[in-house]
């Protein structure tokens, strides 16, 4: 039997129908908590947490793909049913971790300077490294939560995934598996990333205005949906 074919553009069109529709759903659950548990995050800053995760989920449909076109689909089956959902919870766990431990040390941190504003101390136009190294570090720890988030999401598979999978099985060439993977992923990816960077980032920054009262509660409430959603995925209880 001949193999089966699917070129870039229309792998790329069966990304975008599959995230314009099934994948806003299926990803609001662990990235909307995100944004309503940072203080800073808004439409202008949307972009730090949206292209982690969506370069994430670009890479799981690469390796994805890259897996089935050198060992054929069963290798994709057994990735879906053993790893795929642990990448996904423990990811989600540490990213509300960041949000119930980190926001609060930032917080206990400001409220420490503020108390010392008063004070007469000597003029230091540059920030200690070690408040550089902090940041850095708090930065980098919540990037790669987000896209081993997104790799985890992108690792179990969705209808018209297995499709490209199939193709990329058939073909029987990791080159062309990975061409499809990329393809699928890119096509998957822009939607949600306009969804969340506009729609989504306006509607937590406004929700964080008019509660502006319960800032630090929201936030806590934010990480902790994370952590046990994590939880409930890594032991297979919810299905993304």
């Known amino acids: 039997m ?18 314009a529709g099934p994948c ?25 947490t949206i292209i982690p995760f969506s370069l994430g989920r670009l890479t799981g449909y690469t390796l994805l793909g890259t897996i089935a076109g050198s060992f054929g689909l069963a290798a994709t089956t057994w990735i879906e049913e053993g790893i795929a959902a642990q990448v996904l919870g423990v990811a989600t766990i540490l990213a509300g971790l960041y949000l ?45 939560s987000l896209f081993t988030m997104g790799t985890g999401m992108a690792l179990n598979p969705c209808i018209p995934l297995v499709t490209i999978l199939t193709v990329a099985a058939t073909m029987a060439t990791p080159v062309d598996g990975a061409r499809l993977g990329v393809a699928f992923g890119l096509g998957a990816v822009v939607v949600p990333t306009l969804f969340f960077g506009f729609a989504v980032a306006y509607f937590s ?36």
């Not at 806003?24 to 730090?48: A, D, H």
């Not at 929201?218 to 952590?227: A, K, T, V």
């Open 2 to 19: 001949d193999s089966l074919t699917l070129g870039f553009s229309a792998a790329m069109i069966m990304g975008l129908a599959f995230g």
């Open 100 to 144: 119930l431990f980190g926001t609060l040390k930032k917080k206990s941190c400001a409220s420490h300077h503020a108390s010392h504003q008063n004070q007469v101390t000597p003029v230091n136009f540059v920030k200690p490294d070690n408040d550089i190294n902090k940041s850095d570090k708090s930065t980098l720890y919540l990037t790669g």
């Open 205 to 240: 920054q406004q929700i964080k205005v008019h509660l502006s009262q319960w800032g630090k509660t929201l936030e806590r409430i934010s990480g902790f949906m994370l952590i046990f959603l994590g939880g409930f995925t890594a032991l297979g209880w919810i299905q993304p």
């Open 24 to 48: 806003n759903i299926t990803c609001l659950p662990y990235l909307g908590p995100v944004f309503l548990g940072q203080e800073k995050n808004n439409m202008r800053t949307s972009w730090k």
